[in-house]
C-alpha cells in the first residue's frame, strides 16, 4: 500500500494481482471524488468543486504476478476546468447613508459596494451597475449617481439639494462574465441628504 497527502486528499493505493485500485484512506468527501477502477481507468464517482480542490495529484503503482514481485509507480495530475457555478457576491447586501447636500462636481465616490467572485478567468470578472435609482419613492431615468464598473465605487456628480430629494434608493447589479453571465444585485438604501451647514 502507498499513501500520499496532496492538496489535503489522503489516498491510497491498494495492488491486488496486477491490477490497480485507488482507495480513500478516511472519509473526506473529496477522497471520494476519483478512484482507479480495475481497469486501470480513473472514473469520477462524486462531485468535483473546482473551488474546493482545483487540482488532484494520484499516485498509481502496478505490479506483477512474479516471485518476487515487482513493481511501478506514477504520478496522474488532473487540473480541473472551471464552471460559471458562482454569481458574483456583495460585501453587504444592503447599505446606508447620509450626506450632505451641495455641489458635487468630480465624481464624490460615496461608498465601494464591491462584489467578487470565485471562479476563474471571464468566469470570475466582476462588472458593476447600477439597475435602477428612486428619487423620493419614485424610479427616475436620470440620477447623479454612477458606479464604476471595474471597483463598485458609488460616485455622485452634480447637485443634491435636500427640498428637491431628500431620500434616493440606488439598486445595483454586479454580473460575471461568463456564458451566460450570473448577477447579484444590492439595494444602497436609505441614502438621505441632509442639510449643509454651508448651503
Ligand atoms: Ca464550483
Ligand atoms: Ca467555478
Ligand atoms: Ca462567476
Known amino acids: 500500500m502507498l499513501t500520499r497527502n496532496l492538496h489535503g486528499v489522503h489516498m491510497q493505493l491498494c495492488i491486488h494481482m496486477h ?4 482507495l480513500p484512506t478516511h472519509t473526506h468527501t473529496h477522497a471520494h471524488a ?3 477502477a480495475v481497469t486501470g481507468v480513473i472514473q469520477v ?3 468535483l468543486d473546482r473551488e474546493t480542490i482545483p487540482q488532484y495529484e494520484l499516485i498509481v503503482m502496478v505490479q506483477d504476478q512474479g516471485n518476487p514481485p515487482l513493481n511501478t509507480t506514477g504520478i496522474v495530475r488532473i ?3 472551471d464552471e460559471n457555478d ?3 457576491i456583495f460585501q453587504n447586501t444592503s447599505y446606508s447613508l447620509t450626506v450632505p447636500e451641495g455641489s458635487y462636481d468630480n465624481a464624490t465616490i460615496l461608498l465601494v459596494a464591491s462584489a467578487t467572485d470565485v471562479d476563474s478567468g471571464s468566469n470570475g470578472l466582476v ?3 447600477i439597475v435602477s435609482v428612486l428619487a423620493n419613492g419614485v424610479t427616475i431615468e436620470s440620477s447623479p449617481f454612477a458606479v464604476e464598473t471595474q471597483s463598485g465605487a458609488v460616485v455622485v456628480s452634480g447637485q443634491l439639494d435636500r427640498e428637491g430629494v431628500a431620500s434616493y434608493s440606488i439598486q445595483l447589479a454586479a454580473t460575471d462574465g461568463g456564458t451566460p453571465p450570473r ?3 444590492a439595494l444602497v438604501s436609505y441614502l438621505r441628504v441632509h442639510q449643509s ?3
Open 86 to 88: 458562482n454569481a458574483p
Open 127 to 129: 462588472f458593476h451597475s
Open 34 to 36: 476519483l478512484h482507479t
Open 197 to 199: 451647514l454651508y448651503y
Open 45 to 47: 464517482n462524486a462531485t
Open 79 to 81: 487540473v480541473l476546468l
Open 19 to 22: 491490477k490497480l485500485y485507488l
Open 183 to 185: 448577477e447579484t444585485q
